[in-house]
């Protein structure tokens, strides 16, 4: 006979123990995100900088991300851009916050970004594309002629 027999058992009624909440702050790194994105959109207001946060980067844990992109909501404006892959910008429902998907060719995931500014800078034109557009332009309007005005 083993002496675990001899041993008093008391059998206490408590309170069950809540199962863990998996999102214990409200859906982990989604909230400080949204509180970045306030903060951004103020200095765009008030200085006119622009912020790009790095949602590939971010330690978001389950339904974070879906989470996010349901607070911040769907806008009006969409715009595709195909350079080394494929690239979607959408508007949130938000003016001034961009989400903008950068895919590969094979349409994996490179980057994602929320961008706080009043145009995704994805679609403001080079400098130096602007310095050769009064050229094309001009190459279009004169095909006949070999030398195209000069540019004031």
Known sequence: MSLLDQIPVVVESGSVVPEADPHPQGYGNAEPVLHEVRHALARLISTGETTKIDLKAMPFGPGDLEHLLSVLGTGEVQASIDALGPTRVQETAIPGVWLVD???????????HLE?????????????????????????????????????
Do not use: F, G, K, W
């Open 102 to 112: 950068y895919l590969n060719s094979e349409a994996h995931r490179l980057a994602l």
């Open 116 to 152: 706080i500014a009043t145009v995704p800078e994805i679609l403001c034109p080079q400098p130096q594309d602007l310095n050769d557009a009064i050229a094309a332009l001009d190459a279009r309007l004169n095909p006949d002629q070999s030398d195209p005005p000069l540019a004031s």
